[in-house]
């Protein structure tokens, strides 16, 4: 074993213990010594009263009080006159590593869990006759449950029964109760092979053909009409909605697939994708539509049969969100 | 190992790893304990009578299981929620733990507690709440991170917790690992427990066992790879001991949590400049109860080098304590202006 010896007061060794007493200060809610960003206070001052003055002013498009508001597209600050903002202003809200949730600190309460088809919709069955819509409610109740449990998000379910609730009607329930965080839980099939696989969207554009055609079964009972549909396509350019979706995606595939790899490694990691879901284009939040299993595959039918197995898959959701609302990660992209 | 302001102060500085299965508590005046992390209040007046106890702990409160409530309090690392009794015992275990370190009366104690890499600070919050009654100053670190300080491993190093409800990996790179070189995952000894429980209990339908059996077949005679011998038990059918073979099912259980720990193992490397990835693969560690596992670091080895070629992996020598140590040395080392704000 390599063991790399260091004096007691060597410099890293001074760091890291300072950074563990400052983690363990944040841990309390106190402020650790020192600001993290070295900027003068006149200038921090400066920065914080210029964009102040820009909301006001209106120069800002959206960034309301709310997480995420009804009229948002791309973020646009000034740059010149009087009312400008420093350029690495700019490129720090702007940064891709960096969320827009952690850099300034927007909480998260109230969260949507979609469990996808139910009543006249039973979504795909297996062989044995598992269908779809009973899967999604009951591993949507576990995910509620255990949410709820830590008494700080406000859960609630776009269906709470075996009943037909159209996809139009599902973003409704998310706008009005606010949500923060969307995820529409499904089940995949692929009668082709004898495969189970894992994979978590987001939305957006896809080239890819068996993407699409999933997304067509999907999107199947919207119950939107053509202007609202018109509406929704004007929002797509949401730099904050797609960036904050896409983090989310990545922490719950990882989640899962890590977690049920370790109960059958057989199982197959197809990523985080973009795609046209109706369901993820509707709503003003980040959002996600995961394929939590594949019930075409016969043994992984079998399983989701088992009690179990669907707390486990609960658990694992829970896994990606809370690591979602927590910390951020770069994310990886897999192609089918 | 004795800090000048020990002696000026009279502090013992303890290092605690609360695990979900055992806790180990190492201190500054050298007393190193472990306990299994179970917690026993009798049931009623007659047992509270034969046991002669107001609570039990670790393997007493096992083998008296039948005359108490037990609790195993942690899961997956942290407070089990929802039962206000597991938040008691944890506090008791802590509790047990600092006494069995056998401080004076009115002892000033500064400690540092590891918890899983990917604790969330709810939890630590509440890990805090259960500590703080017993100790002076406290703070909580991470738990492979307070290994890797223990084993001075402070840059270019990954290290493997295997423990019984998680395991958690680490980076270190010469500063305090980020939430980024952290990861927790939950298929851990626990899990091997409930897999080989499971295949026992399809193989040997009329047999009669527990959990808890379970486990100690798991750890006696847990590997991976090839076990070199047959591993036998005596399991109950009928009112009568029978041997029963269980080498394949050891193995499957066993490797069960592997093809995870591999993924995630390389998905942390592989984020890194290959420079330092060259520098971290041949430096990894596993830790943990699962380190006791019968081949693993070889298993492990063989898998890494299919994947990122050349590499070194090793096993703590003494995985009982490395957390604990760790800790301990992370607090002795911690300057004392540091412990006064906590």
Redesign the interface.
Known sequence: MAIFSKKRGSRPRRIILKSVYEENLRILGKNPLGPRWKFPYLFKGYFFLSFIVLLVLGNVDYLDSRLFSENKKEIHISTQGENFVPAEYISLINDKKISMKQMFGLGVKTIVIDPGHGGSDPGTSGKLGLKEKDITLDIARRLKKKLLAYGQYKVLLTREDDETVPLNRRTEIAARSKADVFISIHVNYVPSKPINIIETYYFGPSADGDTLELASAENAHSNYSLGEFKEMIEKIGDTLKLQESRRLASFIQDSLYLNIKGQNSSVLDYGIKRAPFVVLLGIDMPGVLTEVSCISNKKEELKLYTTRYREDIAQYLESGILNYLKKGEPVYEASR | MKPADEAENNILYVGIDLGTSRSSISASNNTKECVESYVGWPRDFISARVLGKDILFGSEALGNRLSLDVYRPLERGVIK??IERNEEAVKELIGHLISLARPPKGQKINAIVGVPA?T???N??SI?KAVLGYVHSL???SEPFAVA?G???????MIIDIGAGTVDFCIMH???PA??DQKT???AGD?IDEQLFSYLSEKYPGSKFTLNMVRQFKEKSSFVGNAGHAIQVELPVEGKLVTHDITNEIKRACE??L??II??TASMIA?FDPEFQVKIK??I?VAGGGSRTKGIAEYLHGSFKELFGDC?V?CVEDPLFAGSDGSLK?AM???KK?WE??
């Open positions: 929620e929802g990917d969330l600070k709810v630590k919050l805090r703070m909580v670190v300080y084993l001075e491993l402070l840059n270019n190093s010469g500063a305090m939430e980024e995952i939950l298929t899990y069960s949590i093809p995870a993924d995630t984020r041949n430096n560690v070194r090793s992370l080392d911690m300057p540091y704000q906590l």
